[in-house]
Every structure is written in structure tokens, then in C-alpha cells.
């Protein structure tokens, strides 16, 4: 069965919004750890409109964060003309999550398999050190000509590992050499990703398939927070609950329930419970205890219901249990925004470790 993942770069427009949502969240907790935060950012040519609800003791200089992100993704010849619409949280909300009740109502999904060693899909793994590999070369100067707005797509047999077809577009400079810069991202990229993964090198190859990609980033289209987020979960692999995560502080549990999930799902995989889990936790406004644990797995002689009652006892499901279990209130939310919130992109992040594996394998 042939299917494809793709992922964006650091310089995609939606992906530069969802930097500078969590840059404003992150120096928010910075000086206030406590802040609650609902920013959203949308991008088009030089012109940046930041809006939300935002509570907190902090003071922010939001122009100076997004011309210092506005750097960082590579948009180096845009100066950003910011219009900031940034106000206080709603009391309405603000009332239920005073009492450690969730911050919003709706269901989170978690996802662990053994494909890979970060217990992530192999395909979805693949196709962001792709990306990551040809933005690390592109800092370091090695891979000429090229710009920061890049996707990847990857097509392959989940049967048989085998790649299909491997996708790769890259903004690239007006005067560059075309044949020098495609053949980097075919030998120097894609061939060195795949023979690190011992998966086979012959595939179908395209590289900018219309033959031109020098109008790119914001200039070349709008950018807008959380229109990425199923290439920030697991792709193809598990469904999803529509809720984004950047610009989002922890007691929204968009972000934390699904932290929490894939923490789960991890060490259920890794106990050798089963090959693949899938959790879906569910909440209402306000709640403090999640109204649904729902686990899936392909073990079929797994006793789910003895499973789910000893997640509920190992871990606390509150939002704030969750904040504290994953130390959720520091500033460690920016540099998830590119490659994945899972996974080997957040190997050093508490919703990535395996410390309930020796209890589970008692189940």
C-alpha cells in the first residue's frame, strides 16, 4: 500500500506564523510562567497581523519578536510592518481555568509505533530530516543557492519499506546554477537521508517540479498560525482533533492533551504492549477530570479496560497534573514549531520519555 507524508520548512509562511505565535508565548512564560495565551499570527508580503487573548505580567515588545523570528526563518530582505490586536483573556474562560479546569473543550490524539527508534512512523520521520538536513546545510552555506521556504513529501510501501517516490521543493536564489543545485538535494540530501535509514535510493525523484521557485515565504503566499497541524502530529498515521498547538499556553489542552497522549501511547508501545497505540482523551470547559481515555491498539488480546484504569492511576489526566508532570510552563515552545512535536525533534521534551514502561509491562 502506497502513501505519501509530506512536511514544511522553517521558512513556509504558516510555519514562520506559528514561530512567532510561540516566541510571543514563550517570553510570556519566561517572565511569568503563570501567563495564559491564545495568539494567533497571520503573514502576507511584509505586513504581520498579531491577534488574541493574552494575560499575563510580562512585558512583551511583540515588533521586536517578530523581526527577530522574521530573521531567524531566513526572511532576511522583509522589514514587518506589525499591526498588534493582542487583548485580555475572556473572564468567562479565565473562570473555569482559575479552579484547574481546562481551558477549552474538545478531544486530543496521541500516537506511538515501533517504525523507528523515537517510536514515530518511519515515513513521517523521513521526510523531516529531509527538511532538516537541507536547512542545516543551507545555515552552514554547504547547500548553495538556496532559501528557507521548502516542503518535502515522501511516497512509500508501508508493506514493503519501500520509497516510491521522494518530493522535494526548495526556494532557491534568482541567479543560481539549476543543475548544481538539484544535484545536492539528490545526492547531498535525499540519497544520504535515505541510505542513513538503509532504505533504497532507487526512487522517483522530483525536485521543483514547475522548474522555478525563486517567488517564495510570505512574498509568495500568506502565511497563517495552525494551518499545519497534521504535519505537526503524525501525518497519514492517526487522526486528529483539529486543534492546533503554537500560540497556545499549557492550560489549553489542545496543546497539553495531546502532550499528554502521545506520552501515554509511547510507553505502551515501548512496554511491548503492542506494535502501534493510538489515545484519544477528550475534555469539556472548565473540567478539570477528562470526560473520555479511549486507547486503541493492534493487540487484540490486550485487556483495554485494565489498561485505561491503570493509565488513570499512574498519571494525573487534570490539565494542571499535566502541566506539572511535563514541566509545561517554561519556554521550550518556539523550536517545536519546525519538524514535529514528536519524535526525534523533541527527544529531550518530558512527553518523550519512557518512565512508565517497567509499571505497564506488569499489565
Known amino acids: 500500500m502506497l502513501i505519501s507524508v509530506e512536511s514544511v520548512g522553517i521558512g513556509h509562511p504558516d510555519k514562520v506564523c506559528d514561530r512567532i505565535s510561540d516566541a510571543i508565548l514563550d517570553e510570556c512564560l519566561k517572565q511569568d510562567k503563570y501567563s495564559r495565551v491564545a495568539c494567533e499570527t497571520l503573514i502576507k508580503s511584509d505586513h504581520v497581523i498579531v491577534a488574541g487573548e493574552i494575560t499575563t505580567n510580562a512585558k512583551i515588545d511583540v515588533e521586536k519578536i517578530v523581526n527577530d523570528v522574521i530573521q531567524e526563518v531566513g526572511y532576511y530582505d522583509i522589514k514587518p510592518k506589525v499591526e ?11 473562570q473555569g481555568v ?18 523507528t527508534k523515537y ?18 546545510d ?9 532559501r528557507s521556504d521548502m516542503k518535502a ?25 539549476e543543475k548544481e543545485f ?4 539528490k545526492n547531498e540530501i ?20 514547475t522548474g522555478r521557485f525563486v517567488i517564495g515565504g510570505s512574498i509568495g503566499d500568506a502565511g497563517l498560525t495552525g494551518r499545519k497541524i497534521i504535519v505537526d502530529n503524525y501525518s497519514f498515521f492517526a487522526p486528529h482533533g483539529g486543534g492546533a498547538f503554537s500560540g497556545k499556553d499549557p492550560t489549553k489542552v489542545d496543546r497539553s492533551g495531546a502532550y499528554i497522549a502521545r506520552y501515554i501511547a509511547k510507553n505502551i508501545v515501548a512496554a511491548g504492549l503492542c506494535n502501534n497505540c493510538t489515545v484519544q482523551i477528550a475534555y469539556a470547559i472548565g473540567v478539570k477530570e477528562p470526560v473520555s481515555l479511549n486507547i486503541q491498539t493492534d493487540n487484540k488480546d490486550l485487556d483495554l479496560d ?24 517554561n519556554p521550550i515552545y518556539k523550536n517545536l514549531t519546525t519538524y514535529g512535536h514528536f519524535g526525534e525533534n523533541a527527544k529531550d521534551m518530558e512527553w518523550e520519555k519512557l518512565d512508565l514502561v517497567d509499571k505497564l509491562k506488569k499489565i
Open 306 to 329: 485494565k489498561l485505561s484504569n491503570k493509565i488513570r492511576e499512574l498519571v494525573d489526566l487534570t490539565p494542571n497534573g499535566i502541566i506539572e508532570k511535563l514541566n509545561l510552563r
Open 153 to 177: 513529501q515522501i511516497t512509500m510501501d508501508t508493506d514493503t519499506k519501500r520509497v516510491d517516490t521522494v518530493l522535494m521543493s526548495i526556494q532557491h536564489l534568482e541567479d543560481f546554477n
Open 119 to 136: 517510536y514515530m512512523p518511519l515515513a513521517y520521520e523521513i521526510v523531516n530530516m529531509l527538511l532538516k538536513k537541507a536547512n542545516t
Open 84 to 94: 498588534n490586536y493582542l487583548e485580555l483573556q475572556s473572564k468567562d474562560i479565565a
Open 190 to 209: 535525499i540519497f544520504k537521508v535515505l541510505k542513513e535509514y538503509n532504505l533504497n535510493t532507487d526512487c522517483k525523484i522530483l525536485i521543483n517540479p
Open 98 to 115: 482559575d479552579i484547574g479546569g481546562a481551558g477549552d473543550q474538545g478531544f486530543m490524539i496521541g500516537y506511538a509505533c515501533n517504525d
Open 182 to 185: 538539484k544535484e545536492y538535494i
Open 138 to 146: 543551507r545555515l552552514s552555506g554547504k547547500f548553495k543557492y538556496s
